[in-house]
Nanobody, 120 residues
Framework: QVQLVESGGGLVQAGGSLRLSCAAS????????MGWYRQAPGKERELVARIISGGNTKYADSVKGRFTISRDNAKNTVYLQMNSLKPEDTAVYYC??????????????WGQGTQVTVSS
């Protein structure tokens, strides 16, 4: 069974930084894309950033220039460096992995979510 375990959330003042990590565990052969989504209270879940195995990245317009996504394929781990945080970045951040290939399945997975709170 594949699990995504997130870490690094917390409370930070506006202008500060946080680094999120997400490690995928299990008998994994490969993962296509890994990324971060977020959901604020009363809002829909939205893509923050995504990186595919070849290294191409995609960012939400609202985080371009402030957030950086990176990935360690050998460790099946994705990181999100968040700088210049704003109160509107406050949300639960979810890690996602798509087209995760194991011996038995090819599936998408979600992490349990980690809270990021930015105070003004």
């Amino acid at each position: 069974q594949v699990q995504l375990v997130e870490s690094g959330g917390g409370l930070v003042q506006a202008g500060g930084s946080l680094r999120l990590s997400c490690a995928a565990s299990g008998s994994i052969f490969s993962i296509n894309g890994m990324g971060w989504y977020r959901q604020a209270p009363g809002k829909e879940r939205e893509l923050v950033a995504r990186i595919i195995s070849g290294g191409n990245t995609k960012y939400a317009d609202s985080v371009k220039g402030r957030f950086t996504i990176s990935r360690d394929n050998a460790k099946n781990t994705v990181y999100l460096q968040m700088n210049s945080l704003k109160p509107e970045d406050t949300a639960v951040y979810y890690c996602a992995a798509d087209r995760v290939v194991t011996i038995a399945t090819i599936k998408d997975y979600w992490g349990q979510g980690t809270q990021v709170t930015v105070s003004s």
